[in-house]
């Protein structure tokens, strides 16, 4: 059944027939029932969506059926205008020579819809060869050639982003492990140059990549042991002590990646961040028009204040959060997940970290009302090896990584999105506010 808040949006959209069908789980799984009867369905959980206004919907679901107990994954596009050139592909991929099943696509003529059950995807080609045992491990032969034993290898799905990324841990009879990665076509080509552009330094370490294949988009990792940053800030057995040393090792381990000077990573401009501040408030006024006009001032501020600060040559992360950095018992950080590496400000990592940390308290996480003291943490251990960015740097690109986060509600299918979408807004504008006072010279420019 549709939300209040999402029927509104269905109310709005109206060159996208399927909309209403891929928001409620049950109406999408009563359409496949009808189209496939024997598909065996038992309930279909949201987990993940990405819309374009007027163009496209795709939404995530995990499949619950009673003759399979593991996991099954599958997404829904409801396509907007240019349904008549998408739906025709459809078929030409459901119909064509691959590892695929014939039932892994099913497409919904009337409502300009299409369901792909994994791992049939639309834009990750690669990831029809884990259909069937045999061009799995034939895929896996070739991308991991001096390590055969995981060509037996099972698969453990770690995190999938429809027609974006796939992630899962190979696990081998013998008890080693992998990561592969999975990507569309540009993605893949910005993964595989940042790491092979980065390299394990000082107290920056990252995780070795052991195999590349170009011809299905897909790299492999060795497997890194440890415990993500979040899950000690958030365990409730994790002692502040532990909290405080794992923040400085992370704050070290950014350091060491920003010391590096890898050739040719992207420049991210003003340009595009403007482009991409616009694109952030169109979807939000197209998500929640009652808050059109609060986006549409933030960014246009966020665009202003972004000719004031400078864009300094060193290498980034691009997405660097507490998800982002393991920590072993030896007291080593490893930093992973180099896609989104470009070179720009180092304040604005920082940014992109505390904003995490705001999104999960602004959700009532454990690290509400502590972000200060874990940010204090982190440039600590930054601060032993390289000279700190500007406290009111970090502070706008805090804001403006709350403003990119602002549709995630939406995004990740939470209750009350629209009152979650507001409240980041809020804080957004409430840091923006602090770094404008922050840089007449309240803080210390290198605090």
Request: contains cysteine; positive net charge; hydrophobic residues 40%.
């Amino acid at each position: 059944m549709l939300s209040r808040a999402d029927s509104k949006l269905v109310g709005r959209e109206h060159s996208m027939p399927g909309l209403a069908t891929v928001l409620d789980a049950e109406a999408l799984a009563a359409a496949w029932r009808a189209k496939d009867p024997a598909i065996g369905i038992e309930r279909l959980s949201p987990y993940y969506a990405h819309y374009k206004p007027g163009t496209r919907c795709l939404v995530g679901f995990r499949i619950s059926k009673a003759d399979c107990p593991g996991e099954l994954l599958c997404y829904a596009a409801a396509y907007g205008p240019d349904a008549a050139s998408k739906l025709p592909k459809a078929r030409e991929m459901a119909q064509g020579k691959s590892s695929l099943a014939h039932n892994s696509m099913v497409i919904l003529e009337d409502i300009d819809t299409v369901v792909y059950t994994f791992p049939a995807d639309r834009r990750l080609k690669g990831l029809e060869r884990l259909a069937s045992p045999q061009p799995r491990g034939n895929m896996l032969r070739r991308l991991l050639y001096k390590q055969p034993d995981y060509a037996e290898a099972t698969l453990q799905t770690l995190r999938y982003k429809p027609e974006r990324r796939y992630v899962a841990r190979l696990d081998t009879p013998e008890g080693r492990r992998a990561v592969v990665k999975f990507y569309d076509a540009p993605g893949y080509r910005t993964a595989l140059h940042a790491v092979q552009a980065f390299a394990s330094a000082g107290a920056s370490h990252l995780a070795p990549c052991t195999g590349h294949l170009d011809t299905h988009r897909v790299l492999a990792f060795d497997w890194q042991p440890g415990s993500t940053l979040q899950t000690l800030l958030s365990g409730p057995d994790t002692a502040d002590n532990q909290r405080t040393q794992a923040l400085e090792l992370a704050g070290a381990a950014l350091a060491g990646l920003h010391a590096q000077r890898p050739g040719n990573l992207p420049r991210r401009t003003r340009d595009t961040v403007r482009a991409r501040l616009r694109a952030q408030a169109g979807t939000i006024g197209q998500l929640c028009p009652e808050l059109n006009a609060v986006a549409a001032s933030l960014a246009q501020d966020l665009a202003v204040r972004l000719d004031h600060t400078p864009f300094l040559p060193a290498a980034l992360h691009g997405d660097f959060n507490a998800e982002q950095i393991l920590i072993d018992n030896d007291g080593r950080a490893t930093i992973l997940d180099l896609d989104w590496a470009h070179l720009g400000d180092p304040a604005a990592d920082f940014g992109l970290f505390l904003a995490h940390l705001e999104r999960l308290a602004l959700r009532g996480a454990p690290c509400s009302g502590q972000i200060d003291r874990y940010r204090d943490a982190l440039t600590r251990g930054y601060g032993r090896q390289r000279n700190l960015p500007g406290a009111a740097a970090v502070a706008f690109h805090t804001a403006i990584g709350l403003f990119y986060r602002a549709a995630e509600p939406f995004r990740y299918r939470e209750t009350g999105w629209p009152e979650l979408i507001g409240a980041l807004l809020a804080r957004a504008r409430e840091i923006l506010n602090d770094a404008a006072v922050q840089s007449k010279g309240r803080w210390a420019s290198n605090a």
